[in-house]
């Protein structure tokens, strides 16, 4: 019965590890698709070409 005990404290511990592994993972990859959308508009320019060119407050 203690063995069981402790290979379920052991699993739930590497599962627990393994989910924030790949939260960061996730993160970390949500940070990187939105620099590449946003680099995508490629500033004011990327803006006019979507008609959003007249919105900014200083133009």
Request: aromatic share 12%; net charge positive.
């Amino acid at each position: 019965m203690v063995f069981q005990s402790h290979l379920k404290t052991k699993i739930l511990y590497l599962w627990n590890v393994w989910l924030r592994a790949h939260n960061k993972a996730f993160k970390r990859d949500s940070c990187r698709m939105a620099f590449l959308v946003c680099s995508g508009f490629g500033g004011e320019s990327g803006l006019r070409k979507l008609g959003l060119g007249g919105i900014h407050p200083l133009t």
